[in-house]
């Protein structure tokens, strides 16, 4: 059990990250975002995120891999680039960022949710 704990452990940094790239997406909406845009607010949030949670990680940050993670979700069909070259996406995408629920904790998703609210106001 506790072996399995520890390697739970080491997966949450990866999961808060990609949960981060959802709720950015989700809370922009389908068709708003370019991937550069999108792999810039990640990277935004993710720094604000360290400094609040003292994650001395600049892995956690790093916009290598948020870009491979979109890059996976683009080859896997969750997102598409429209002629305009924008991210799209469906209500698939949605509900994955709501099942994050069952994986992290109330307070880090909160975090984040608040992160993305504030890069978009930011933004205006």
């Known amino acids: 059990a506790y072996q399995l704990l520890m390697l ?3 997966m949450v ?3 808060q990250r990609f949960y981060l790239v ?6 922009h909406g389908s068709g708003k975002l370019t991937r550069g845009s999108l792999e810039l607010l990640c990277q935004q949030s993710a720094e604000r995120l360290s400094i609040i949670y003292g ?3 600049p892995d956690f940050f790093s916009k290598t891999l948020f870009h491979d993670f979109i890059r996976k979700l683009q080859n ?13 996406f469906d ?5 994955i960022g709501a099942d994050a629920r069952l ?3 109330e307070e880090i998703r909160h975090s984040i949710l608040s992160l993305t609210f504030e890069s978009t106001e ?3």
Not at 91 to 95: V, Y
Request: proline share 3%; hydrophobic share 50%; aromatic share 0%.
């Open 55 to 57: 994650l001395h990680s």
């Open 76 to 88: 896997l069909d969750v997102l598409r680039r429209n002629a305009d070259g924008m991210l799209e």
């Open 8 to 10: 739970g452990q080491s």
């Open 91 to 95: 209500d698939n995408l949605t509900s």
């Open 22 to 27: 959802i709720a950015i997406l989700v809370h």
């Open 122 to 124: 930011a933004d205006v």
């Open 103 to 105: 994986v992290l904790g």
């Open 13 to 15: 940094p990866m999961l």
